[in-house]
């Protein structure tokens, strides 16, 4: 079982920047890739970002390659998306979750737990 915990969402204007984190606990956080996914008002969730178990290969939408970069501190058990040039379609729930294994890390039904999410809401 892993819990997992994400914070520092917020609203930020259109052109700033968050610090998403994701703590994880319960069973060892390097057996797990990780991914990071979103869901905004009337829409289904969709995939942002993931990451490989040792943080060697990570993955984006297209929407926000060049904005936000995705990382891990396995010391800390913790995962990060780090964005920047934040726009208002950027505005929504955003959920990190864990997969044990995947074969693209981008579908939800490949992630076996998920946080409970942090809004992150960008005025223009």
């Known amino acids: 079982q892993v819990q997992l915990v994400e914070s520092g969402g917020g609203l930020v204007q259109a052109g700033g920047s968050l610090r998403l984190s994701c703590a994880a606990s319960?069973?060892?956080?390097?057996?797990?890739?990780m991914g990071w996914f979103r869901q905004a008002p009337g829409k289904e969730r969709e995939f942002v970002a993931a990451?490989?178990?040792?943080?060697?290969?990570?993955y984006y939408v297209d929407s926000v390659k060049g904005r936000f970069t995705i990382s891990r501190d396995n010391a800390k058990n913790t995962v990060y998306l780090q964005m920047n040039s934040l726009k208002p379609e950027d505005t929504a729930v955003y959920y990190c979750?864990?997969?044990?294994?995947?074969?693209?890390?981008?579908?939800?039904?490949?992630?076996?737990?998920w946080g409970q999410g942090t809004q992150v809401t960008v005025s223009s």
């Open positions: 319960g069973r060892t956080f390097s057996s797990y890739a």
């Open positions: 979750a864990a997969a044990s294994s995947w074969k693209t890390g981008t579908r939800d039904y490949e992630y076996d737990y």
């Open positions: 990451i490989s178990w040792s943080g060697s290969g990570t």
